[in-house]
């Protein structure tokens, strides 16, 4: 029994540029495959490259599909498949045992969930069962491409994004996770070569993957690996019966071929493979499913829109006004991960940020009271004192506070009041970048936010509530919470008015 992640002796793998199998020999008492020469040729040597297409059509004229009709037929009996389980052999096994033999140019539709069982993909789920799939999904990501909660759509090493990096609990014994196979391309090329060596027929692979699509509901089956054929098909070039030249059109038809043999499979784990009659591939150019990831050079959506990246700046607003919702302390703290990625004079870091909890309190306390000296000493009288103190009631609604402070460690020291007050200033401006950052980035958790100026005003009350060293300089207070409502319309403002040419 061979160990699937490993190649297996004969070791052949689909080959670019093989030269096309002239023909394809029709099994005796089965029909002829759509477009297939009946003509009879040489089986298919055990062990043998193979690597082209059957004697399928190799290109459709002015995009007519490949194949007027397609028979789609699940192949069963497969047993639990178990890791170092020869996956050809329990192939070959099914086929014979299902007496529907194999012909040359079929296309094999392999449920990943059978690969990976067979190639040993698998982890222990543990106690923790949640943990273990996170910590899993982890090893599998190379990054995140979105999260909702517990829910995260994430790159592969394989390029492909998928929710859970593929990490999967179904048709697998409560104790284990399947991760996807390691390079699914190289076990299509496997499972090819083992059913040629056994059966002598020359199928393709497709091995698939189920996954949800952006803007589209319900999940549908996809290619991750695929062997015997090419996955794109391209019209670019070809003319339609308008005389319009197609342009871009290039078909993924693995997916359509995945996509189309999980009807039968379906998702309950007893028909994991299904047998594509009559699709005419186009020869293997080798570059397997792979192929079908877009680059990101390509790809419009890789951090989401231009648009949405815009909207991200400018749907940050003031918000004075929060609902009951808790607040996340994890988007807090991602929030403040961003701000520490804003721009610094001589590589310093000067913000830090406050998150007052137990002395939010006597904080608002302490800083009402400096307020009202203040006010006091303006010549304003109780009751005008009274109103205004009620001003700054936002940050007894606002669910956390947050107080973001400059430290002027690493300023440069000089000799004149000038240059210092223009370095303070250079490190207000830096901060005041910073806290922009965490404005906007908890814009895009969800969080309104409301930067006040308060605690500028009245800085040593702060430090000493606050037990902060005395050098600290708070730059206001930023009231974080869940909107209670939409924000109204900006008020437009041209850049004309704000830009000057010089
Ligand atoms: C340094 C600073 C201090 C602010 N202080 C207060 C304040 O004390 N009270 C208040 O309600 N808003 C305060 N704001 C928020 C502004 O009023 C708000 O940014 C402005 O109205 C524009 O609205 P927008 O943030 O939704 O674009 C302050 C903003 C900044 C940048």
Redesign the pocket.
């Known amino acids: 029994m061979s160990d699937a992640t490993t190649p297996t002796a004969s070791g052949t793998t689909a080959t670019p540029g093989t030269p096309a199998i002239p023909g394809t020999t029709a099994t005796p008492g089965l029909p002829a495959a759509p477009g297939t020469p009946t003509t009879p040729s040489p089986p298919l040597a055990p062990g043998a490259p193979v690597g082209a297409s059957a004697g399928t059509p190799t290109r459709t004229r002015r995009g007519e599909p490949p194949s007027t009709s397609l028979e789609i037929v699940g192949l069963a009996g497969f047993g639990e498949i178990r890791p170092g389980d020869d996956l050809a052999e329990a192939v070959a096994a099914a086929v014979t045992a299902g007496g529907r033999p194999l012909v040359d140019g079929d296309v094999l539709v392999v449920t990943s969930k059978i690969v990976s069982k067979a190639e040993g993909r698998l982890v222990p789920a543990g106690a923790d069962r949640e943990a273990a799939r996170q910590a899993a999904i982890d090893a599998e990501s190379v990054r995140e491409v979105a999260r909702r909660g517990p829910t995260r759509i994430v790159e592969t090493r394989h390029g492909l994004v998928l929710a859970s990096a593929g990490v999967d609990a179904s048709n697998i014994s409560g104790d284990w996770l399947a991760l996807l196979p390691l390079d699914p391309d190289a076990s299509a090329a496997r499972l090819r070569t083992g059913i040629a060596t056994r059966l002598g027929v020359d199928v393709a692979v497709v091995i698939t993957d189920t996954a949800g699509r952006p803007w589209r509901r319900g999940l549908t089956d996809l290619a991750i690996g695929v062997a015997g054929m090419a996955a794109l098909r391209s019209h670019i070039g070809e003319v339609d019966d308008y005389g319009n030249e197609l342009g871009m059109t290039e078909v993924a038809e693995a997916d359509e071929l995945a996509a189309a043999a999980d009807l039968v499979k379906g998702k309950l784990g007893a028909t994991p493979v299904a047998v594509v009659r009559g699709y005419g591939r186009l020869p293997d150019d080798g570059t397997g499913a792979r192929v079908l990831v877009r680059p990101s050079n390509e790809d419009m959506f890789r951090l989401g829109t231009l648009e949405a990246r815009r909207a991200a700046l400018t749907e ?5 006004e929060f609902s009951a919702d808790p607040v996340d302390p994890a988007a807090l703290e991602r929030a403040v991960a961003v701000a520490l990625t804003a721009p610094a004079p001589h590589h310093t870091t000067p913000w830090r940020f406050v998150l007052v909890t137990e002395r939010r309190d006597v904080l608002l306390e302490a800083m009402a009271d400096a307020w009202a000296q203040d006010l006091r000493r303006d010549g304003f009288d109780a009751a005008q004192i009274d109103r205004r103190l009620r ?2 009631d ?1 940050l007894h609604r606002a669910p956390r506070l947050i107080v973001p402070i400059m430290v002027l460690d690493g300023a440069h020291p000089y000799p004149d009041e000038r240059r210092t007050r223009a370095e303070e200033r250079m490190f207000t401006v830096a901060v ?1 970048a910073g ?2 950052n965490l ?1 906007v980035a908890l814009a895009t958790e969800g969080l309104g936010s ?5 605690t ?1 005003f009245c800085a040593e009350v702060v430090t000493r509530v606050l037990d902060l060293p005395p050098t600290w300089i708070p ?2 207070t930023v009231g974080v919470g869940h909107p209670a409502a939409p ?1 109204p319309p ?1 008020p437009p403002r041209s850049p004309a008015e704000f830009l000057l040419h010089r």
Do not use: K
Request: glycine letters at 14%.
């Open positions: 940050r607003r003031t918000v004075r001003r700054g936002v005041g806290v922009q404005l409301c930067w006040v100026s308060s500028l730059v206001g924000a900006r």
